[in-house]
């Protein structure tokens, strides 16, 4: 069993920044981070496989970066430009299969989840 635990949420302005971690208990793979904000369904944000390739949900592209560190088994999700609509609790999600990087923004394909970090974006 892998504990995803995350962290580095809060609140910011519009246009602001902010950076999440997530720091797992073990070995995985297959890395994503997912959102859902009060009353909608869950979404894939970004997602990053063992080799480092990424994808990113059209809404956030070239403004979050997702990039990990295989070493501390550690994921990170910088925010640029953040919108209000950006708000909602982020969630961090692993698996321990090597997922190719165009699956990673599916739920189904994740084993583990964290509890989840709020980041709220006022305008």
């Known amino acids: 069993q892998v504990q995803l635990v995350e962290s580095g949420g809060g609140s910011v302005q519009a246009g602001g920044s902010l950076k999440v971690s997530c720091v797992a208990s073990g070995n995985v793979a297959s890395m994503g981070w997912f959102r859902q904000a009060p009353g909608k369904k869950r979404e894939g944000v970004a997602g990053i496989d063992s080799g480092g390739n990424t994808i990113y949900a059209d809404s956030v592209k070239g403004r979050f970066t997702v990039s990990r560190e295989n070493a501390k088994n550690t994921m990170y999700l910088q925010m640029n430009s953040l919108k209000p609509e950006d708000t909602a609790m982020y969630y961090c999600?692993?698996?321990?299969?090597?997922?190719?990087?165009?699956?990673?923004?599916?739920?189904?394909?994740?084993?583990?989840w964290g509890r989840g970090t709020q980041v709220t974006v006022s305008s």
């Open positions: 999600a692993a698996a321990r299969a090597n997922w190719e990087w165009a699956f990673l923004l599916r739920e189904d394909i994740f084993t583990y």
